[in-house]
């Protein structure tokens, strides 16, 4: 079992709907992320939060709104989603530290199915 | 651009043989080399990394080797089991403060194990 919980696992939703995807870790650290990975393929970086601010956001298009209410908390709000937004989303976090890289730890994703 | 070559992009192996995958990068700055396992339907898992004042790391049966001159690593899977059958990614950041926000993922490398 991971450490990094996401919620629901699977999401079917219309191109007109709301919905948003939940991310939670208890692990105490500063970092979060948003990635999207499509079939065979690596993840691809969306959003990043440090220290519950937005870092980096990759060009996302503004139908994905992250959101980062407290520090083991992240959500990624949708809407007016396209089909080839259809994908495994995945939410991963890692340590904040001022003298080398750290570990990132993903969640297993929701598989999202765009209508 | 920053670029993570990985090959092979499949490979078969027998039960208690030896798999390697190989990656070879080409940002000299890069400093932080992890490797993920993924399993269908579940997100990336840490596997192992390592760090370039090492030219190599062993946990269990799962060991990098770093060839720093060459800019070139290789996870190596010894007595390969059923259950690593995987997709595999190599990866690479470079440290800028504060976190290693992006990671250069490799294409991925399918690994079935045949019993």
């Known amino acids: 079992d991971t450490e990094v919980t996401q919620t629901p696992k699977h999401l079917v939703m219309g191109m007109t709907n709301k919905k948003s995807l939940k991310c939670e870790q208890h692990?105490?650290?500063?970092?979060m992320y948003w990635y999207k990975q499509k079939a065979k393929k690596p993840p691809e970086l969306m959003f990043v939060y440090s220290y519950e601010k937005l870092s980096i956001n990759e060009s996302v298009p503004s139908r994905f709104s992250p959101e980062c209410p407290n520090s083991s908390l992240l959500n990624l709000h949708l809407h007016a989603l396209q089909p080839e937004d259809s994908a495994l989303y995945l939410c991963?976090?890692?340590?904040?530290?001022?003298?080398?890289?750290?570990?990132?730890?993903f969640g297993d994703g929701t598989r999202l199915s765009i209508l | 651009q920053q670029q993570v070559k990985q090959s092979p992009q499949s490979l078969i192996v027998q039960k208690g043989g030896i798999s390697i995958i190989n990656c070879a990068y080409e940002?000299?700055?890069?400093?932080?080399f992890p490797w993920y396992q993924q399993f269908p339907g579940k997100g990336p898992a840490l596997l192992i990394a390592?760090?370039?004042?090492?030219s190599e790391k062993k946990e269990g049966r799962f060991t990098i080797s770093f060839n720093k001159s060459a800019k070139q690593f290789s996870l190596h899977i010894m007595d390969s089991q059923p259950g690593d059958s995987a997709t595999y990614f190599c990866a690479a950041s470079r440290f800028s403060g504060g976190s290693n926000y992006k990671l250069t993922f490799g294409k991925g490398t399918l690994l079935t194990v045949n019993p």
């Open positions: 940002n000299t700055a890069f400093d932080y």
């Open positions: 390592i760090r370039p004042d090492v």
């Open positions: 991963a976090s890692s340590q904040e530290r001022q003298d080398s890289n750290q570990p990132q730890h």
């Open positions: 692990m105490g650290h500063r970092a």
